[in-house]
């Protein structure tokens, strides 16, 4: 069941990078009340019947709140649920604001609806991770075309015009990092739309934390290659730390 639905661990990055970068301005009403102020300890999101600790990926990101992230689960696949979002301080307050600014830096956190009460033991964490390492290539590609048509009907829901979005082949990075309990993938994205293009950094992480199934995915701004492997190491630090703050 989880190799056969590893679609659903490519197609979200992809909406939510677009809609969060070039939407979110025209898509939500204004709140002029302040940011909430930074949690001093990682907080709890519930995966089932579990109770997961999800530090944020960085010292500059924060969880952006559940009234927020209700809004930006929309995005997610139907076969997805949003767990946790961490956006900065600055992109944070202009989500709330409604300021339509691009993003440089985000992280989300999933799990697949029909898999979150289910416990996952080591041996099936192992055949989900290496079923994406050999699928990972030709999934992505294979289903472009057709994610490219979802996300543009979402779009068009979200803002009632017809503006389109070409999601052009993604660059393929390979594995980041594997480990018993995460393995990381890595790609970098492009976005066009009205003349105007974003390039993302993306690591894309499977862990099992708690025998749960999650997805996290972490988002920079490409420049060059120092992009690729902060990403990279990056990726494999917030794995480790979420793996950390969950030992039993």
Same mark, same amino acid.
């Given at each position: ?57 960085? =010292? &500059?990101?924060?969880?952006?709140? *559940? +009234? ?6 929309? $995005? !997610? ?44 033991? =080591? &041996?099936?964490?192992?055949?989900? *991770? +290496? ?6 290539? $030709? !999934? ?51 976005? *066009? ?56």
């Amino acid at each position: 069941m989880y190799i056969r639905r590893i679609h659903s661990l490519f197609s979200s990055p992809f909406c939510l990078t677009c809609i969060l970068l070039l939407t979110w301005g025209t898509a939500i009403a204004q709140d002029k009340s302040p940011t909430p102020a930074r949690p001093l300890e990682p907080q709890s999101y519930r995966s089932g019947l579990k109770s997961i600790v999800i530090p944020p990926p960085t =010292a &500059d990101l924060s969880e952006i709140g *559940s +009234d927020y992230r209700v809004l930006m689960e929309s $995005t !997610v696949p139907d076969t997805n649920r949003l767990l946790a979002a961490f956006l900065s301080a600055e992109d944070s307050a202009n989500i709330r604001s409604g300021t339509s600014k691009t993003f440089s830096r985000y992280a989300l956190v999933e799990n697949l609806r029909r898999a979150e009460f289910i416990d996952i033991d =080591a &041996d099936t964490f192992k055949q989900v *991770s +290496d079923g994406t390492a050999q699928q990972f290539g $030709t !999934v992505l590609n294979a289903s472009m075309k057709d994610y490219e048509e979802e996300l543009n009907h979402k779009l068009k829901a979200m803002r009632g015009t017809d503006t389109t979005m070409t999601l052009d082949k993604p660059m393929l990075l390979g594995v980041f990092f594997s480990k018993p309990n995460a393995c990381s993938f890595g790609m970098i994205e492009s976005i *066009s739309s009205a003349g105007s293009s974003v390039k993302m950094v993306a690591g894309i992480t499977i862990l099992r934390v708690q025998n749960r199934l999650i997805y996290a995915y972490f988002f920079s701004a490409y420049k060059d290659e120092d992009s690729v492997q902060w990403v990279r190491k990056t990726s494999e630090q917030w794995a480790d730390a979420i793996l950390k703050a969950n030992q039993q």
